[in-house]
Structures are given as C-alpha cells and as structure tokens.
C-alpha cells in the first residue's frame, strides 16, 4: 500500500509542477523540471521517507519507454540530411566529452577516484532535446538546427549510457582493456539494434496480420505499442546486448510501420494521446524523484566532500558551475569544428548566422531527464559490499549541471535565436503536398462515380455529393496555387474562417451537452456527437 500511495503521490506533483507552471508563466518563466525538483523536495521533506530503485529497474521503467518514443518520432529527414554531423555530435562529441571532462573532474576533486569521474563524464554526455524544444519554443529555431539537435539527441543518450557502463565496470573491477571494450561495444550496438529492429518488427507484422484478417481493435493495438520498448530492452540485456540500443532502434522501426499508413485514424490518435501522457508522466516523476531524494543526497556529499578535505557547502556549487562551464567549452569546441567540415556551405557561411548557429548549438546542450536516471543507476555498492566511491557526490554534482545548464540554455538560447529566420521552405512543401493530395483525391472521387452503375437509382445523388465535394477540393487548390500578397490574403481568409468555424463547433458541443443533461439525447449517443467535434475542433485548432 506504501508503495502505491508513493506513486500516487508522485504523480499528483508531476500534475500540480504543469499546474504551478502555467501559472507563474506569465510572470517568470521556469522550466518544468525545475518546479517538479522543487515540489519533489518539499515531498521529501514532509515525509522523509527514501524512495530505493534498481538500476536496472530505472532504466526499463523510465529510459526504454522514453527512448523509444524519441526514435518513434524524430523526424527521418533531420537524421539523413545531416547524418554526419549527428553522428560526429552523437558519437564523437560523446568520447571527447567523457576524456575532457573526466580528467578535469578527477583533477578538480581528487576524491572522486578516474572510472567514477569518467562515468559522471559519460552521463553528462547526452543532452535533452525534450527541455531545449520547450526552451526554444518562445524563439524562431531553424529547422535544420532543431533536426541536428534532435537527431543528436536520441543517438547520444545510447553512448552515453554504454560509455557509462565501461566506466562502472572500470570502477567495480579496477581494470580496464580497450581492446575488450571495443568488442564489447561493437555487440553492445549490433545487437541491441537487431533485436530492437527484430522485436518491433514481428511486433507489427503480427498485429497487421491479426487486423487483417480478424479485425482491428483499438485496445490492443495500443497496448502492443506499449510493451514494444521494455519486450525490446529485456530480451536485448538477456543476450548482454543494449537494451537502450534496442529501444531506440525499436522507435525507429515503428516510425518506419507508422509511415505505411496501416492501422485506423482512431487507433492513431488514442495511441498518440496515450504515449503523450506517458511521456509528461515519466519525465515528470523522474524529477519529482531526484528532489524527494535530494537532501539524503546532499547530506551524502557533504560526508564525501568532508573526508576530502572540501567542506564547504560554496566549494560544491563551484565545483557545479566549473563543470558545466568546461562542458560548455569542450561542447563549443566540437560544435563549430562540426559545423565548419561537415555541414553543408549555406549553413556554415560566416557571419551572423554561422557564429549565432554554433552558439545556439553549444548552450542548446542542456542535461535533463536522461542524464538525472542514468545517474541514478550507479551501483550502491562495489563487489567485496563496500560502498560505491563518492556516489552521493556524482549524483549532486550532476544535478546541480542538470539546473545550471537548463538556466544557461533558458536565458540564452532566446537571446541568440531571437533574429534567426524560420526555415522557408516549410510552407512551401506543404503547400505542394497539399495540391498533390487534393489532386489524388479528385482522382479517387472520379474514379469512384465511374464504379456507381447508371442504373441504380441513387446514382444522381451520388453524383451530386461527388461534385460538390471535388469542388472543394479545386477551391483548395486554386488557394494553393496563388502566388505573392494573393496567397497571403487567402491564407489569413482560411485563418479568419477556421477561428469561426470554431466558434460554431463549440455552440454545438454546448447544445449536445444540454441535449443530454435535459435526457433528449442518451449518454452514448451524445458521447459519440461530442468526440467528432472535440476531433473537429483539435484538427482546426492544429493540435
């Protein structure tokens, strides 16, 4: 029961930080993690109460299901466009991260011993692209630097984490062999990746055969989608693959099964507002989690900081803000050397844009909820029983980079973006889409009265319904194809015309709810009215 007033609990905080949030926003923006350490906090200090995870427990709760979902929906574009650059961010940045930064933490705290400062190095490695999107909402982010941003993003969580666990190996056993790790990484990604790809594969057949051929039932098609990622990361760790591998690969996967178009527009929609509520949850309770837990942590370090001689409470917060200043150095230094070899020559020009981009790229590198569970996961104990070195202080020193560098990217990011021009070909290719979509559907309208025989005797309404609706369709077309001030002028008609279409929406949804409250119309049936018009109501409205 305990434990289940815990979750609870934790849950009820996630929902009051995006309550508190809101609130506040319009007075002083703070980022969401930051509200949910602070409500975790005072949690922990109203029932002090020390909430114990497995490792690995934590990363198959809460990283597998969050990985997945990136790979699911990063778009593929952003990944291929610029797959050398993200891979130089994702994979190379991560090991000059882990060398830099762990020597200048074992040399600035001699008491956290070399493995320790190498797997505190690794795991704050990966960034956020979760935190720096929602920071980069109130500025014009350019396409191409989200899609970077984001592709990095996804595939250095997995190097970071794989990084990590050779430096708690070096650690548990005080010995090391680059050839053995080179090995053991190579099988770490080839085979986390197959089994991720395999698993969601037969996933998706499966459940595409039993559609098919016996129908397809909402339910179960979401929850399949659910048990995907953690079915991928156990089976990929019960053959000492990577299960952080697997489960993005598995995200992939699915995005590629997403794009065939199989599966109904119901099933797709439940599905996505489902996995959008397991995503604010997860990231939610992780940070809910880390304050509950922050003063046993605290307390921990200061013991640690005390038997090396570093006392001083001021000494720490030093400690924090030199580490994430020499990641953002070591960031900086990569970014632009990427930036000026491997990006295309438009987007590595000099001046305003070439030096704004890479700044923007280098505080964009803010830590969050991936950084604060791998954290989490280091062992409590070494082989022999005897306690894991300066664990307590790994986890503050990487909290305290967690909150410094979501308050360097809040403030700055802003500031640098603040001129950058959206990319503008966005409009452009969806106005094309458009005119293509539209074209096939007259086509299949055509097609279908050619199918209605003449002599039936409902051919005629056929044929009128048919026309009125293709000369929608040819109305939409002609919008599209305007050119220069025209097509604005229509655009902000279509603007003006879905705001009253709206309107009119809601003065229905408030009839049918009268309707039945007065008992004119039964629950199920007034259930089902009310749902076509949330639907309406959110495809106009854009969400």
Known sequence: MDAVTTILTLLAAVVASSVIARAVAPLFPLPLPFIQIALGGIIGAAVPRHIAIEPELFLLIFIAPLLF?????????GLLDDRWAIGALALGLVLFTVLGAGFFIHWMIPVMPLPVAFALAAILSPTDAVAVTAIARRSPVPRRLLHLLEGEALLNDASGLVCMRFAVAAALTGTFSLLEASGTFLWLAVGGCAVGAAVALAANTAKDWVARHLGEETGSQILISLLIPFAAYLLATRIQASGILAAVAAGIAMNHEERTGRGSPVTRIRRAAVWDALQFAANGVIFVLLGQQFPAIAAGAEQVMQK?????????????????????????????????????????????????????????????????????????????????????????????????????????????LRHAAAAPRDRDEEDAARLSAARSAIRALED??????????????????????IERYRKRMQMEAKAGAGIEAARQLEGIERGMRIVALRAERDDYFRSARSGRLTDERARLLIREIDLLEAHLAGR
């Open 308 to 416: 090396g001689s570093h006392g001083q409470g001021l000494q720490l917060l030093l400690y924090i803000l030199a580490i994430n200043a020499a990641l953002l150095a070591l960031r900086g230094v990569w970014v632009w050397i990427t930036m000026r070899l491997l990006l295309p020559p438009g987007q590595r020009q000099d001046g305003k844009p070439g030096w704004r981009l890479a700044a923007a790229a280098t505080l964009a590198g803010a830590r969050g909820a991936l950084t604060l569970s791998g954290v989490m996961t280091l062992p409590v104990a070494l082989a022999d029983g005897a306690p894991f070195p300066a664990r307590d202080l790994a986890i503050i020193l990487a909290t305290g980079v967690i909150v410094a560098s979501l308050l360097t990217a809040n403030a700055g990011l802003p500031l640098l």
């Open 69 to 77: 979902l990136d790979g699911w929906r990063i778009p593929k574009e």
């Open 448 to 469: 279908s009265l050619e199918a209605i025989p003449e002599t039936r005797a409902d051919a005629a309404l056929y044929r009128q319904a048919a026309a009125h609706v």
